[in-house]
């Protein structure tokens, strides 16, 4: 696949600091000069560093301009090597049903009021209801295609070819949400038994698919600015006959970890090479603050790749639509949509169209990201002020989550009752795993403005820990 000119110029600037020709505290040329050195527009230069600053190879100096950053050893979240042990049967812990009928605890407060009421709400909800009155009669009376309304895949098309993903319209396939979605490809990948490799910490929604399914996982272990390690994966299926490999490759849940673009080259060449299913949870992939990174779908060339993902973290959670494109699966995967869906809101599909096509969604996700971008500094500086006894956490350059550390000593897992009784609902690290490891880990999300009740509870939650 073609590359974009501000990629190019990232990939060349990029292999010059790796073959030590940049090296570590380098201020890089200017962008007018990077501009005219390589015939490029001022923007195309500025995405080009935006995207090596997200990668952490540059970073951004006040007055001055970007520099070399310095090599750091990166962290590795996974208590061992838990990814040498064989594959196991997923048993989801209880506490999983009471989280995800509390939203999935993306609100540390959910009884405090509610300070943000976007204007886009109003302009999708009255897209959708002209669209339910312009076909009514026949949309009451007829089924929609089971592939989804074509001119929404039309606009899925155009989002992916603007992250440098070429995706024919009749290769997606709308579902009714990425959970969804993630479903119909572990179903069509995999009988009862199989092995899935699966990232650690891992989305908890992928557990819980897997132990329906009656699926043995492998859990790879993860960076918490960079993601799975495709040289832990390359060890695991070695040894053991993994079907699929399940992974969120831009701004992960819980971490937000981001692949470089090497490292997404690399896994797609691995799935290729030893014939697995990559199937790729893209529900973040908008959310990136300064990069919107091209999925693993962008490197497929023999059809591993599943691109799953959905509108539910971007847009609204209520639409409940999403979609995935299947590559070697797509038939099959359609027709497993089909007989477990048949249909979806023909009208619903039809007004996000045309919200999609009028630009509200663009103009959208580019106020949203500057705003996630804010909340998350917020939450930063409340922990630094108000918890003074936790180990770190990560800092994502895009996505809705950061992932806590806590002392050896405190298992959040303990603490989700007694918070709840006081309204505050937290997400234990024992939920991202199949097995014991991230007791002492805590997922909390900035999707809300820090308000004076939710800083009230997060300050609750800190003096909880500290007297564990």
């Known amino acids: 696949m073609s590359e974009f000119k501000y990629q190019q110029l990232a990939r060349l600037l990029s292999k010059r600091i790796e073959q030590h020709i940049l090296q570590a505290g380098d201020k890089l040329p200017s962008i007018r000069q990077l501009s005219q050195e390589f015939s490029l ?46 594959p196991e049967l997923v048993d989801v812990p209880h506490i999983f049903q009471q989280i995800m009928a509390r939203g999935a605890a993306f609100d540390v407060f959910p009884s405090a ?21 312009q076909r009514a009669q ?54 009862p038994g199989d092995t899935i490799a699966i990232e650690s910490p891992a989305f908890y929604g992928v557990l819980q698919i897997a132990q329906q399914l009656g699926l043995k996982v492998l859990e790879i272990p993860c960076s918490s600015s960079s993601g799975m390690s495709v040289e832990a994966l390359c060890k695991v299926i070695t040894r053991w006959p993994v079907k699929a490999c399940v992974v969120t490759p831009s701004y992960s849940t819980p971490t937000g970890a981001c692949m470089p673009y090497h490292e997404k080259q690399k896994l797609v060449a691995l799935a290729q090479q030893h014939q697995f299913f990559l199937i790729e949870d893209d529900i973040y992939g908008e959310l990136g603050f300064s990069l919107q990174p091209e999925p693993l779908k962008h490197f497929d060339q023999l059809g591993q ?145 820090l308000d004076k009740p939710r800083m009230k509870a997060l300050r609750t939650v800190g003096q909880f820990i500290q007297n564990c």
């Not at 070819?161 to 990425?178: H, M, P, Y």
């Open 305 to 449: 790749v599943i691109l799953c993902s959905s509108f539910s973290k971007s847009l609204s959670r209520d639409l409940r639509i999403g979609w995935f494109s299947g590559g070697k699966l797509h038939e099959k995967m359609t027709y497993l949509k089909l007989v477990n869906q048949l249909s979806g809101s023909q009208s619903v599909q039809s007004g996000v169209a045309k919200f999609l096509a009028e630009g509200h969604y663009r103009r959208l996700l580019n106020r949203y990201r500057q705003r996630l971008k804010q909340r998350r500094d917020n939450l930063i500086t409340a922990l630094n002020n108000n918890w003074c006894n936790h180990q770190g956490f990560s800092v994502p350059d895009g996505g809705l989550t950061l992932w806590v550390k806590l002392p050896d000593h405190i298992d959040t897992h303990k603490m989700y009752q007694p918070l709840l009784q006081q309204g505050i609902t937290i997400t234990p690290g024992v939920l991202f795993s199949s097995q014991t490891g991230f007791r002492n880990y805590l997922r909390l999300s900035f999707a809300h403005t």
């Open 138 to 191: 026949e949309n009451a009376l007829y089924y929609g295609p089971p592939e989804g309304d074509r001119s929404l895949r039309a606009q899925i098309q155009k989002q992916y070819k603007a992250r440098n993903c070429a995706l024919d319209v009749d290769e997606i396939c709308i579902t009714s949400g990425c959970q969804n979605s993630l479903f119909i490809a572990l179903t069509a990948c995999c009988q």
């Open 41 to 86: 527009a001022k923007v195309s230069v500025q995405h080009a560093l935006h995207y090596l600053e997200a990668q952490g190879l540059v970073e951004a100096r006040p007055r001055s301009g970007y520099y070399v950053k310095a090599a750091e050893k990166e962290q590795q979240v996974v208590p061992g090597m838990a990814y040498e042990s064989p």
């Open 113 to 133: 009021p509610l300070h943000d009421h976007p204007p886009h709400i109003e302009i999708l909800h009255r897209d959708i209801s002209r669209a339910q009155r």
